[in-house]
T-cell receptor, first 114, second 109 residues
Framework: EAGVTQFPSHSVIEKGQTVTLRCDPISGHDNLYWYRRVMGKEIKFLLH????????ESGMPNNRFLAERTGGTYSTLKVQPAELEDSGVYFCASSQRQVFDEQYFGPGTRLTVT | GQNIDQPTEMTATEGAIVQINCTYQTSGFNGLFWYQQHAGEAPTFLSYNVLDGLEEKGRFSSFLSRSKGYSYLLLKELQMKDSASYLCAVLHSNYQLIWGAGTKLIIKP
């Protein structure tokens, strides 16, 4: 069974540019989560999808971040325009059931904004 | 506020036992997870405790005391491949995972 995949693995962009990160969850997992880890800090929750609906987006830092999950399969996280403080590793995770289920993490996308 | 504390770094010897502690103060609690993360890789699930007590799974065990806001991860018969970061995360009552900063475990021969 394929795990959670993320693309790209690394992205280096200039301040003000736009970047779109993609996450493909494990097939059949309705729940999809986005997290971010800034250098030296703990992992922070960004948002949670159940199928195509946003269940909780309270962790999104500001309106420069837009997440979508059309059709309830893969998800994208767009940052527009990117700022220096957006640099970090963006993890995606998926789970079959909500809440108490183990979350399977993708390898992450390392975003560097210069 | 939400606060999860764990040691930044620990060192142990191959074949020995190590205990990684985690204390938490959160406004809600629906269980505590431990994840392992090797450098540059995804976090992988180790354990989930929602009731007080010890959960054993092979060489790894996890303990929870809800009244004390305390958990530990116990690793036995340490192997070099156990060198990694160990992340403690509390499942809040709003079902978000709140993460500690992680404990980097260094295993020496």
């Amino acid at each position: 069974e394929a795990g959670v995949t993320q693309f790209p693995s690394h992205s280096v962009i200039e301040k003000g540019q736009t970047v779109t990160l993609r996450c493909d969850p494990i097939s059949g997992h309705d729940n999809l989560y986005w997290y971010r880890r800034v250098m030296g800090k703990e992992i922070k929750f960004l948002l949670h999808f159940v199928k195509e609906s946003k269940q909780d987006e309270s962790g999104m830092p500001n309106n420069r971040f837009l997440a979508e999950r059309t059709g309830g399969t893969y998800s994208t996280l767009k940052v527009q325009p990117a700022e220096l403080e957006d640099s970090g590793v963006y993890f995606c995770a998926s789970s079959q059931r909500q809440v108490f289920d183990e979350q399977y993490f993708g390898p992450g996308t390392r975003l560097t904004v210069t | 506020g939400q606060n999860i504390d764990q040691p930044t770094e620990m060192t142990a010897t191959e074949g020995a036992i190590v205990q990684i502690n985690c204390t938490y103060q959160t406004s809600g609690f629906n269980g505590l997870f431990w994840y392992q993360q090797h450098a540059g890789e995804a976090p992988t699930f180790l354990s989930y405790n929602v009731l007080d007590g010890l959960e054993e799974k092979g060489r790894f065990s996890s303990f929870l005391s809800r009244s004390k806001g305390y958990s530990y991860l116990l690793l036995k018969e340490l192997q070099m491949k156990d060198s990694a970061s160990y992340l403690c995360a509390v499942l809040h009552s709003n079902y978000q995972l709140i993460w500690g900063a992680g404990t980097k475990l260094i295993i020496k021969p």
